[in-house]
């Protein structure tokens, strides 16, 4: 790819949401994943976009894919990522978050990628830091870089994202996933609904843009897209939902719910997940899976984000 | 089952709640539903009926109680699924909600698949087991309300118990709505209620034992409703027994929330006096109240306030009531002799007969989406036929339930089932 398509044309700082991003900034970093796909791709994966630059991975949250998504986008854009995971239950909330993120400054980062379990963190972090801050999850707030990712999966699947009806399905409620995919699907003209129990549908969320279902089988007739979530093991047992057989039989995506959905529809998953709770193994491993499709876009579109925020850093 | 042969009742006093409305006439049953109502059927009797000469005596439809404990499983020295549907098909009962507090507790798709094979196999009434809101009756999880409801439970319930922990009610309120669940609560705080044994006041302190006061419904229900206005969903209290409740009720109904609730025969016809002596076979939950709830609960009948009255059926032994008052267990049985005492209320003049008969069939019916309760072309042919005005003495022999635990022993009644028709099986007969 050119250096010329990253500069000016991400007018944005941080990466703290979808929320704030136009459908113009969204398209730029999809076009710049495209890029980032062919180095991906290559023996020798690797570019200088980054070189010289320090890139902080600060995890309060354990993550296995997104942080190595995160480190391997960093590298391969020549960076040096360091990877901090900082165990939730020592951390004693906003004082000592506000702490760290100043001693982490002090060590002059030029990126720092946070995921945190509560929603607006890294907001709060990103106030106190002078270098770009992406968000790799806030608690049930935003994941954006999961809605970029899942789009670049769309787009290249289907040539458009405009006009699609995207079903998203199973627990809303604690979502992050969801709310960042509502935001950006509707920002670029797709037909989002939500599909789930009212247990894990949030108050409101018919106002954010969304069709609401509490069946299964009539919120995927006519999709597109199915994008399924997952079900935490403690929500499953008559907290939220009675029973994971019960919560299988209504609202796990199986060959026959698949059915309802349009002919070729795709079936989509942020991971990982619960085989026999929220999806069936043959569909998840069968032809109209984009699963495994969706973490090679993980680090592609990782490589964008970077590359874009980098283009504002100092001497970018 | 087999299909019962046709069956023709003849020159009957047809009396309908659901359409309010009496006649005197015929009416043939074939293939377990009302086939044809009217006069001159005898001209139309098919091949091998059965003919009952009703001798103009009331034909009305089988009643539908909401609520009996039963036993089985885990209690069958106290009644079984069988014993308890005698006790019904002798009352005129023949639709029969059983409470979900057994051992184990139906509060999985199994028990109920059980129970329902259990009650055709053996029982001569229509049982429909009513399965838990909660794992274990423990009010902390919800049950598979989606599976035990595809399994054939009427509703669902924690039975005796009351759930005081509200997010747990909220989300099982929210999740039933999804599934199209009715939800039935026993409104009762377990902790005003604590060492209480009888209705607090004047009597209980004579007495020396522990009250129970009206605010242990009355919260219950209030906190009930509200969520129910913040949920949706249908819901309803199990039975009220004091006349704060009814405004509550009132409000909510006023508001047009999706909500009924049902009374106690024993609320209905009985008061705390009658416990007079410790007599423990008037402990009961809620506990029998003043005077003034019990008439109150009457005028809220007459209203259409409270939709429901149910026998509360509840069976023990000697075990669990001969035991001083304070230390006995709830309950009274109820489903043979829930008829004649609420006829009581008929014959008193404190109530009209198709009121009665309504909120002891066509209501409950309705509330559990089923078809009986009616006199009608095409509906199930549960019937009964009675003399409303008849006298006798109840005699605890006569009782089919495996417990004895009646507040009516010896008591003068009037109103005799003669015929009790399921299916158009007569499973009941006194002749």
């Known amino acids: ?316 | 089952m087999s299909i019962a042969p046709p069956l023709l009742v003849l020159d009957a006093r047809l009396v309908d709640p659901a359409t309010g409305t009496e006649r005197m006439g015929d009416l043939l049953a074939v293939d377990g539903v009302i086939a044809a109502i009217g006069t001159g059927l005898s001209g139309a009797c098919p091949a091998g009926a059965r003919i009952v000469d009703a001798r103009g005596r009331m034909l009305a439809p089988g009643l539908v109680d909401m609520r009996a404990f039963v036993g089985e499983p885990g209690a069958e020295h106290r009644e079984t699924l069988a014993s308890a549907s005698r006790a019904a098909a002798a009352g005129g009962v023949t639709t029969v909600v059983c409470m979900p507090d057994t051992n184990p507790p139906i509060d999985d798709p199994a028990v109920v698949d059980y129970l329902v094979r259990r009650a055709r196999d053996t029982a001569v009434v229509r049982l429909i087991p009513a399965a838990a809101l909660t794992k274990g009756l423990a009010g902390r999880e919800m049950t598979e309300l989606g599976l035990l409801r595809e399994a054939g439970a009427a509703y669902f319930t924690d039975g005796a118990k009351s759930i005081t922990n509200a997010q747990v009610l909220r989300r099982a309120f929210t999740y039933a709505r999804d599934v199209g669940a009715l939800i039935v609560h026993h409104c009762e705080d377990p902790d005003l209620v604590g060492d209480g044994v009888m209705n607090e006041g004047e009597l209980a302190s004579r007495l020396g034992l522990h009250g129970i006061p009206r605010e242990a419904e009355t919260i219950m229900l209030e906190r009930d409703l509200r969520l129910v206005r913040l949920t949706g969903g249908r819901y309803h209290a199990a039975m009220v027994s004091c006349a704060d409740s009814i405004a509550v009720i009132a409000r909510a109904k006023s508001e047009g929330l999706d909500v009924t609730c049902g009374v106690s025969i024993n609320s209905l016809t009985l008061n705390e006096n009658d416990i007079g002596p410790y007599r423990t076979f008037l402990k009961l939950s809620p506990p029998l109240r003043h005077e003034d709830d019990r008439i109150a609960m009457v005028e809220a009948l007459a209203e259409g306030l409270i939709d429901v009255v149910v026998s509360d059926h509840n069976p023990q032994d000697v075990e669990t009531k001969r035991v001083p008052f304070a230390e006995c267990a709830d309950g009274a049985i109820g489903l043979q002799t829930m008829l004649a005492a609420g006829l009581r209320l008929v014959h008193n003049g404190e109530i009209g007969l198709m009121t009665l008969l309504r909120a002891l069939s066509t209501r409950p019916a309705d509330i559990l989406g089923l078809p009986q309760g009616r006199l009608a072309v095409g509906a199930p042919a549960d019937l009964i036929l009675l003399d409303p005005d008849e006298p006798f003495v109840l005699d605890v022999a006569d009782l089919h339930s495996k417990s004895k635990n009646t507040p009516l022993e010896g008591a003068r009644l009037q109103g005799r089932v003669h015929m009790t028709i399921v299916e158009g099986r007569v499973v009941h007969d006194i002749a």
């Not at chain 1, 020798?44 to 997104?66: D, P």
């Open chain 1, 1 to 316: 790819m050119t250096a010329s398509v990253t500069s000016p044309l991400f007018p944005h700082r941080h990466l703290l949401g979808i929320e704030g991003l136009s459908a113009r900034d969204i398209t730029i970093l999809l076009d710049m994943a495209e890029d980032a796909i062919e180095v991906s791709r290559q023996v020798e994966k690797k570019k200088s976009t980054l070189r010289g630059r320090t890139q902080i991975n600060l995890f309060f949250e354990a993550s296995t894919r997104t942080q190595a998504s995160f480190e391997l986008a960093g590298k391969r854009l020549g960076a040096d990522v360091m990877n901090m995971s900082v165990a939730s239950s020592s951390i004693k909330k906003g004082e000592t978050l506000i702490d760290t993120a100043m001693t982490l400054n002090a060590m002059r980062p030029d990126l720092i990628v946070v995921r945190h379990h509560a929603a607006g963190a890294v907001h709060l972090l990103a106030r106190k830091v002078d270098c770009s801050v992406i968000n790799a999850g806030d608690g049930a707030h935003e994941h954006p870089t999961q809605a970029l990712l899942d789009a670049l999966t769309i787009r290249r699947n289907k040539g458009r994202i405009h006009g699609l009806v995207v079903a998203i399905c199973g627990d809303i409620l604690h979502s992050r996933v969801a709310r960042s995919n509502i935001i950006l699907l509707n920002a670029l003209g797709a037909a989002v609904r939500v599909i789930g129990p009212s247990t894990l549908l949030p108050p409101g969320i018919e106002r954010m843009g969304v069709e609401v279902f509490t069946d299964m089988k009539k919120g995927l007739t006519g999709a597109d897209i199915v994008m399924m979530l997952r079900l935490q093991r403690e929500r499953m047992n008559g907290s939220f939902v009675p029973s994971v057989k019960e919560y299988f039989r209504y609202f796990g995506l199986d060959a026959e719910k698949l059915a309802y959905a349009m002919p070729g529809a795709l079936v989509m998953h942020p991971g990982p997940m619960n085989r026999g709770v929220e999806i069936a193994s043959d569909v998840a491993d069968g032809a109209q899976s984009l699963i495994r499709e969706q973490v090679e876009m993980g680090v592609a579109l990782r490589m964008a984000v970077l590359e874009a925020l980098a283009s504002h850093l100092p001497n970018g």
